[in-house]
């Protein structure tokens, strides 16, 4: 039998509310934010036993606590830097590659362990419907667990790190500062990086140069020019599909308070903003194939990705409003885009790989 219980932030038991704490047999859902992120907020909770929650298989509840879908944000940067240093027969040491590749994944989990941590705490994934796994919310696992893995996670990356700067000296210095970067976002209470005007570029430093010229190193291989711009161009494409969502957000989350580089622009300059970016993104991957890929395929990319943005471009310039299912539409056909440039690179790696 459930219950409905609302609690203010200055409520003694508020916090062991949302982080599930306050019982072992039951689980609060939250169900209803008010005056998210301010001093007065309010959470109405539904309360249910534990037999009453519904709860998907088991492996569905591991992709969706441990958002497996978004690993690609990972393995496709480090697949591109592993065809690239397998064509150059470059490569040189395949077990430092497989810690490298391990401790990349751990860290990752880590990351998105952390951030649906916070982003439930500080009430985003309250407020926005489509934000963050769910799995906190459904009543799946707690935030208190959530937390308690993402330390985990972390502490295996770092073992894993351990040999590896053993190994490659160098390599203290990326992990040094992704470690900085990682702590500052992640363990900062208020206004961690997620929330502030430009701090998107903490993300593309971390999933762009400082990966692929990280793990290039960890293969044995010095880093260069090329893997540096190969991460600034992955950087870059993933940054779209930030602001992406960002956009698709962008009521919503301006409401409750949260600021990011797309709230604070508002919504016509946002839409500028979007189709720059991806125009800059065309750019920027057609100098990089120009460069490191060759002239055929940089030309033949661009051709197609530029016909393709057709219909995106579209649909961004003709929207009117940042309230109904347009924006739905626009996330849709831009995220379709980041697909479509995706499996054209996984193509092009695979003719390498096979030529």
Same mark, same amino acid.
């Given at each position: 039998?459930?219950?409905?219980?609302? %609690? +203010? @932030?200055?409520?003694?038991?508020?916090?062991?509310?949302?982080?599930?704490?306050?019982?072992?047999?039951?689980?609060?859902?939250?169900?209803?934010? %008010?005056?998210?992120?301010?001093?007065?907020?309010?959470?109405?909770?539904?309360?249910?036993?534990?037999?009453?929650?519904?709860?998907?298989?088991?492996?569905?509840?591991?992709?969706?606590?441990?958002?497996? $879908?978004?690993?690609?944000?990972?393995?496709?940067?480090?697949? %591109?830097?592993?065809?690239?240093?397998?064509?150059?027969?470059?490569?040189?040491?395949?077990?430092?590659?497989?810690?490298?590749?391990?401790?990349?994944?751990?860290?990752?989990? +880590?990351?998105?362990?952390?951030?649906?941590?916070?982003?439930?705490?500080?009430?985003?994934?309250?407020?926005?419907?489509?934000?963050?796994?769910?799995?906190?919310?459904?009543?799946?696992?707690?935030?208190?667990?959530?937390?308690?893995?993402?330390?985990?996670?972390?502490?295996?990356?770092?073992?894993?790190?351990?040999?590896?700067?053993?190994?490659?000296?160098?390599?203290?210095?990326?992990?040094?500062?992704?470690?900085?970067?990682?702590?500052?976002?992640?363990? @900062?209470?208020?206004?961690?990086?997620?929330?502030?005007?430009?701090?998107?570029?903490?993300?593309?430093?971390?999933?762009?140069?400082?990966?692929?010229?990280?793990?290039?190193?960890?293969?044995?291989?010095?880093?260069?020019?090329?893997?540096?711009?190969?991460?600034?161009?992955?950087?870059?494409?993933?940054?779209?599909?930030?602001?992406? $969502?960002?956009?698709?957000?962008?009521?919503?989350?301006?409401?409750?308070?949260?600021?990011?580089?797309?709230?604070?622009?508002?919504?016509?300059?946002? $839409?500028?903003?979007?189709?720059?970016?991806?125009? %800059?993104?065309?750019?920027?991957?057609?100098?990089?194939?120009?460069?490191?890929?060759?002239?055929?395929?940089?030309?033949?990319?661009?051709?197609?990705?530029?016909?393709? +943005?057709?219909?995106?471009?579209?649909?961004?310039?003709?929207?009117?409003?940042?309230?109904?299912?347009?924006?739905?539409?626009?996330?849709? +056909?831009?995220?379709?885009?980041?697909?479509?440039?995706?499996?054209?690179?996984?193509?092009?790696?695979?003719?390498?790989?096979?030529?």
């Amino acid at each position: 039998m459930s219950e409905l219980i609302t %609690l +203010s @932030k200055k409520d003694a038991k508020f916090e062991s509310y949302l982080l599930g704490t306050f019982s072992k047999t039951h689980r609060a859902l939250p169900q209803q934010t %008010l005056n998210v992120n301010s001093a007065s907020e309010l959470v109405t909770f539904r309360v249910l036993p534990l037999s009453e929650i519904a709860k998907p298989s088991l492996w569905a509840k591991l992709a969706q606590v441990y958002k497996v $879908r978004t690993f690609l944000l990972i393995f496709l940067p480090l697949f %591109l830097i592993l065809t690239k240093n397998i064509d150059d027969h470059t490569m040189q040491d395949p077990v430092t590659t497989a810690i490298a590749t391990i401790g990349v994944l751990l860290a990752f989990i +880590s990351i998105n362990l952390r951030n649906d941590y916070m982003d439930h705490m500080k009430g985003v994934d309250r407020v926005l419907e489509r934000s963050g796994s769910r799995a906190i919310q459904n009543g799946w696992i707690t935030a208190a667990q959530v937390k308690h893995l993402s330390s985990f996670f972390l502490f295996m990356a770092l073992v894993c790190a351990v040999p590896l700067v053993f190994a490659f000296p160098q390599l203290a210095g990326i992990f040094a500062v992704s470690l900085t970067v990682g702590l500052w976002a992640q363990f @900062k209470k208020q206004n961690s990086f997620k929330y502030r005007i430009g701090g998107e570029f903490a993300l593309f430093v971390m999933l762009g140069p400082l990966l692929t010229v990280g793990f290039q190193i960890a293969m044995g291989v010095p880093g260069d020019v090329e893997a540096f711009w190969l991460g600034c161009v992955w950087g870059w494409l993933v940054l779209f599909v930030v602001h992406l $969502r960002n956009f698709m957000n962008i009521f919503p989350s301006s409401q409750a308070g949260f600021t990011n580089t797309v709230n604070w622009l508002g919504f016509d300059k946002a $839409r500028r903003l979007i189709a720059g970016w991806w125009i %800059l993104f065309l750019i920027f991957n057609l100098v990089y194939h120009l460069n490191y890929a060759g002239f055929y395929w940089g030309v033949y990319l661009t051709v197609v990705l530029a016909f393709a +943005s057709v219909g995106f471009v579209y649909k961004l310039k003709n929207i009117s409003s940042p309230v109904g299912s347009e924006m739905r539409k626009v996330f849709r +056909s831009g995220f379709y885009l980041f697909l479509i440039a995706i499996g054209m690179w996984v193509f092009e790696c695979l003719w390498y790989l096979l030529r």
